[in-house]
């Protein structure tokens, strides 16, 4: 099973919005609403950020928001701070594991 | 609190074996599936492992089947991977991670336990 593909970096100024993008196939992210997204600073674990698309755990940010359209998953990440400077992984259910696969992870840079 | 605490980590040869566990506390552990995760050095997240709550169902990609095996003590509110056969590239931070309440998603992380594969 191939990782979901993600983009190796995106970056943007502090107040701005960026929006990471994650590509599968119909087994996946296309034919289920089983999408989650991690945020990982350097050295430390993976955080919960949004699951099943677009719903966002107690304690995340509004800022944070998630959605689908076809076999694509966004993350879109608006009001751009210095602390959301990370690795983000997309994750999905998927039918042929009928586990969970992860995307390549993104690097966010803040400038 | 809810945590997760790995342990069992640490150098081993190739085709050796080693048993890692995750204490968990904070929560019901007996009403969650649970999940292992690693992470290879420089590298993304890799999914190694499912159990049921019950620990009577296991999910294990291609990669790791049949020498992965993931079970938990209930009554210990401890989940463990079981690694055989390890291979240099088994290297990585293994995460133990608890399942959410709607499933294929992982809600809690504890911070992870290095196993390395050197001779």
């Known amino acids: ?28 992210i296309g034919g289920y609403d089983r999408v989650s997204w991690y945020q990982q600073p350097p050295g430390t674990a993976p955080k919960l950020m ?9 304690g995340v940010p509004a800022r944070f928001s998630g959605s689908k359209s076809g076999n694509t998953a966004s993350l879109t990440i608006s ?10 992984y997309c994750a999905s259910y998927t039918s042929i594991t009928t586990y969970v696969v992860f995307g390549g992870g993104t690097t966010l840079t803040v400038l | 609190e ?36 690693r992470q290879a050095p420089g590298k993304g997240l890799e999914w190694v492992s499912s159990i049921s709550a019950d620990g009577y169902t296991t999910y294990y990609p291609n990669s790791v089947k049949g020498r992965f ?35 294929y998603y992982m809600d809690v992380w504890g911070k992870g336990t290095t196993v390395t594969v050197s001779s």
């Open chain 1, 79 to 88: 009001g751009l701070q210095a602390e959301d400077e990370a690795e983000y």
């Open chain 1, 1 to 28: 099973q191939s990782a979901l593909t993600q983009p190796p970096s995106v970056s943007g100024s502090p107040g701005q919005s960026v929006t990471i993008s994650c590509t599968g196939t119909s087994s996946d």
């Open chain 1, 50 to 58: 949004i699951f099943e698309v677009s719903n966002r755990p107690s």
């Open chain 2, 2 to 37: 809810v945590q997760l605490l790995e342990s069992g980590g640490g150098l081993i040869q190739p085709g050796g074996s080693l048993r890692l566990s995750c204490t968990a506390s904070g929560f019901k552990f007996d009403g969650y599936a649970m999940n292992w995760v």
């Open chain 2, 69 to 103: 095996t993931s079970s938990r003590d209930n009554s210990k509110n401890t989940l463990f991977l079981q690694i055989d056969s390890l291979r240099v590239e088994d290297s990585a931070v293994y995460y133990c991670a608890k399942e959410g309440r709607y499933y």
